[in-house]
Nanobody, 114 residues
Framework: VQLQASGGGLVQAGGSLRLSCAAS????????MGWYRQAPGKQRGLVAL???????NYTDSVQGRFTISRGNAKNTVYLQMNSLKPGDTAVYYC?????????WGKGTQVTVSS
């Protein structure tokens, strides 16, 4: 399974971006789908995830600003990012975890200027 992330770019502080992640084929037995990010010199960390049952979880720093959702096709996941801050600058990776596998996309750069 390959994951293709898109939607990153350069935006001013306070702006919005919507990230998309699509799988190359239908994925079965999904536990959860999520977005992670890695800023220069820092470890990759969880931004948001959504379980197969629709439960969502966010890291504290994005709570109330970011929204994760799944597409109707169930093999897509989105991250709506509002009120972006320079501290959100990072490479964003989508992730799908199933009963038997853990899949990562290649990442999309998000840069927020002050």
């Amino acid at each position: 399974v390959q994951l293709q992330a898109s939607g990153g770019g350069l935006v001013q502080a306070g702006g919005s971006l919507r990230l998309s992640c699509a799988a190359s084929r239908n994925i079965f037995n999904i536990n959860h789908m999520g977005w992670y990010r890695q800023a220069p010199g820092k470890q990759r960390g969880l931004v948001a995830l959504i379980t197969s049952g629709g439960f969502t979880n966010y890291t504290d720093s994005v709570q109330g600003r970011f929204t994760i959702s799944r597409g109707n096709a169930k093999n897509t996941v989105y991250l709506q990012m509002n009120s972006l801050k320079p501290g959100d600058t990072a490479v964003y990776y989508c992730n799908v975890r199933t009963v038997v596998g853990n899949y990562w996309g290649k990442g999309t750069q998000v840069t927020v200027s002050s």
